[in-house]
């Protein structure tokens, strides 16, 4: 018996800890605090970088705290677990109540509550009881919809009321805090983030998590057709686009130009323009010049691959290709970086800078060299993701912006209109209350009395 | 005239009526105040135009795109949507103390996009990741969100000079509003500015979801605005404890107020993806 009354006490104990706003604006503000670490300490660096920059010290200390991925660490998680049950033990143990006030059948009203009121206005009319009546009745329904009207002692009063279901408001708020925290749940478990870099012209089946680094099978192949990217005058990128043909069974079934913000989605599978790049050239095209002959020579090549050059000068190979190059501070851009060996054993450099096709004139060699043509392909590349959540997640945000708004500028306003006979003159009482905004209902109700003093 | 000079010379408009503010409440005059309330409207009618020209200017470059795009254009928002909503209330409770406090908030703000060499006033081309029509929805819902913080600020500061005021018989402070009045028009302000913040961050996240498929990723500048959400929503539930009314909620909101001025001016300094703001 002691036993089973123990653990009820421990468990009204635990119910009333979290229901209580003391642990709300504990975990609110707890949560903003340490929210502030991750944004001075950067996130899921490598550990080499923690390392160098914070001490032996303190990177174990911040390691063993969880500091380097703090928004997805247990401290951080409870943090957010903790406000998920205090807020739902919250909502509980208060709907009962405000349910019963919302669907009450018939509201109850109680005209001596109204009279008591400190801010009620009151005026007197010439005109009779019954003629004012059907009058107020009518300016009641038209401002509040639901109204009484009864008969009292000396008169009648009217009883009018709207925005009872307002009361909810706040409850739509807290569940959309509720969807926000389980769509990203929902998300981070079955979901996935990834990338994928795809060369014009060729097709891949699957991509690498960024998480883990482990490659993930789609259940489609994904083809980049296509390429291009624009600049403005400045130099500043302009457009990404990418033409993409999803591939299934060896049909291509899609086809779609993916730019920055505007995505492919297919099968629950997202994919984003994330960035671009060069492949380095497979076939290069050269032209082989001779001071003394005049002879122009073409060649091909690819990288890595020795040439025999002409006139028994020797041989050439391209070593490698550079989107940008710097030579003597001076910016060459994209240029292919070779090496000529001479017949006497000599061996020099040679940079083929694309923009500057007669750069290699300069150094006044035997031959000189220049790049007449080459392959140049892009590669795309995509962000992947599938995230089941965020349908659950936007579902919270549309709940949460009606919920604020209802919440914030709609309230439970009630209004009562007594008139009673005072000789041969009728004395009016208006006054009225409001759950939300109280400042607000005073200068409704002087509105409303004023409109009725004039009817 | 371009866009700049005009905005330019509504610096000085807002100045001089943040001035006729001052002199009104010191001197107590009736006449400065009405300056000051006609002298603020031509500001903020000259403060819209410029906006609406610098949108203009945009297209004839042949980069058309809303005026929301960098620090410059966001600052000249601001303090057109500050204005606005003062000048609201300044009509709603005809009470012109208040313009003491945002008036030079509105000032501040136009002048450091006008006058400080760390903003540049060009209009520039838009990078792919900002060519959405979420940018306007989400830029302009968070400096609403922002404007009737900082007027929440002013009032908070109001209310706690009004307090420390106790015997009610400071020269300046004599006509100030009663401090339930305030405390009522913060909590207003501050209610109005949790909405269009949480519909800002909402638009920020669908907007990020659809440019690089995620919708939170914990970057600085999210991070803080929604550090900036937890303390307003933190002001909200602590009016409901008893013994946190009045004074502390005024704290709260001007330690909110912090948050957003480091959310956006502070984490510029820290990385991440918001850094077009510069
Ligand atoms: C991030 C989480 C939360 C958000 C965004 C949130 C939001 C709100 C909002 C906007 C209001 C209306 C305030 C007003 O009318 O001025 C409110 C009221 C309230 N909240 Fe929360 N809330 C959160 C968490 C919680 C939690 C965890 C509790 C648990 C105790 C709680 C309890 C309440 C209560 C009791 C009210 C007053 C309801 C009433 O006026 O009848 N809230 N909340």
Redesign the interface.
């Known amino acids: 018996m002691k036993k089973e009354h123990e653990s009820a006490n421990f468990f009204s104990r635990l119910w009333k800890f979290f229901a209580s ?2 642990l ?2 504990f975990l ?2 707890s ?2 605090a340490t ?2 670490i ?3 300490i ?2 899921n660096q490598s550990p080499a970088d923690y390392f160098h920059n914070y001490g032996e010290f303190f990177y174990n200390f911040f390691s063993a705290l969880n500091i380097f991925d703090m ?1 997805h660490s247990w401290w951080f998680q409870l943090l957010l677990f903790m406000l998920t049950i205090n807020v739902i033990v919250c909502s509980f143990s208060r709907l009962s109540t405000t349910w019963k006030i919302v669907f009450v059948k018939i509201p109850p009203f109680n005209v001596s509550k109204f009279r008591r009121l400190s801010n009620k206005e009151e005026f007197t009319s010439k005109r009779q009881l019954e003629d004012l009546r059907n009058k107020y009745e009518q300016a009641a329904s038209k401002k509040y919809g639901y109204y009484r009207a009864g008969q009292t002692d000396k008169g009648f009063c009217i009883f009018a009321e709207k925005g009872r279901w307002t009361r909810l408001g706040v409850y739509a708020v807290h569940l959309s805090v509720i969807l926000l925290l389980l769509g ?1 749940l929902i998300g981070s478990i079955f979901g996935f ?1 990834g990338f994928v870099n795809i060369p014009e012209g060729e097709t891949v089946n699957s991509i690498i998590l960024r998480k883990t680094d482990q490659i993930h099978n789609l259940d489609f192949a994904i083809r980049c057709d296509n390429f291009s990217v624009s600049f ?1 005058e ?1 130099g ?5 686009r990418s033409t993409l043909s999803i591939i299934e069974d060896g049909r291509s079934v899609l086809q779609k130009d993916i ?5 492919l989605r297919y099968k629950g599978i ?1 994919l ?3 960035n671009y790049g060069m492949l380095s050239p497979e076939e290069i095209t050269l032209n082989i010049m001779s001071r003394e002959t005049g002879m122009v020579y073409k060649k091909k090549t690819k990288i890595g691959m020795p040439i025999v050059l002409p006139e028994g000068a020797g041989t050439f190979v391209i070593k490698e290709h550079r989107n940008s190059f710097i030579y003597k501070g001076i910016a060459l851009g994209e240029t292919f970086l070779g090496i000529h060996n001479g017949k006497d054993g000599s061996s020099i450099d040679i940079m083929l800078p694309l923009n500057f096709a007669g750069f290699d004139k300069m150094r006044k060699g035997d031959l000189n060299f220049s790049v007449a043509d080459y392959d140049n392909r892009y590669y795309t590349g995509l ?3 599938r ?1 089941p959540g ?1 349908l659950v ?2 579902s919270g ?1 549309v709940v ?2 009606i919920g ?2 209802v919440t ?2 709609m309230s439970h306003q009630r209004l009562c209109v007594e008139v009673v006979k005072n000789g041969n003159k009728t004395k009016v009482m208006v006054a009225g209350t409001a759950n939300k ?1 109280k ?1 607000g209902m005073q200068a409704r109700v002087k509105n409303f009395s004023r409109n009725l003093a004039k009817l | 005239m371009d866009s700049s000079n005009l905005l330019s010379i509504v610096t000085f408009v807002y100045g001089f009526a943040a001035i006729l503010y001052i002199a009104a409440w010191i001197f107590k005059k009736k006449l400065p105040g009405l300056l000051a309330t006609w002298t603020a409207l031509l500001g903020a009618m000259g403060n819209a135009a410029g906006i609406i020209m610098r949108w203009v200017e945009s297209y004839k470059l042949g980069i058309g795109h809303a005026p929301l795009s960098n620090m410059y254009e966001s600052l000249v928002f601001f303090s057109c949507t500050i204005a606005v909503i003062y000048l609201v209330i300044e009509r709603t409770y005809k009470n012109r103390i208040l313009g003491v406090f945002a008036m030079p908030l509105v000032f501040l703000s136009i002048a450091y996009a006008s006058l400080s060499p760390n903003v540049n006033d060009r209009i520039q081309p838009l990078i792919p990741a900002l060519k959405s029509n979420w940018l306007i929805a989400h830029v302009m819902t968070c400096f609403f969100g922002y404007a009737a913080f900082a007027i929440a600020f002013g009032i908070s500061l109001m209310y706690l000079l009004a307090c420390g005021d106790k015997k009610g018989k400071g020269y300046l402070l004599s006509h100030f509003p009663k401090p339930a009045f305030l405390d009522n028009l913060t909590h207003q302000m501050v209610t109005f500015g949790f909405l269009f913040l949480s519909i800002g961050i909402i638009t920020g996240a669908v907007w990020a979801n659809s440019a690089w498929g995620s919708y939170w990723s914990w970057d600085p500048k999210e991070t803080w605005s929604l550090i900036t959400w937890f303390i307003y929503a933190t002001l909200l539930h602590a009016r409901l404890m008893r013994g946190w009314q009045g004074k502390r909620i005024a704290y709260v909101s001007i330690i909110g107020f912090m948050a957003v001025l480091f959310t956006y001016f502070g984490v510029n300094l820290l990385p991440g993806l918001h850094s077009y703001a510069q």
């Open positions: 706003i003391r709300t604006v609110l503000l949560l903003a929210s502030i991750g944004t001075v950067p996130q928004y990203g983030e403005y400045t500043a990128p302009k457009e990404f730019i920055v913000n505007d995505p997202n984003f323009q994330a962000q992947v993701t995230d965020v997640v936007y945000f949460m912006i604020c708004f914030f500028f905004n400042l």
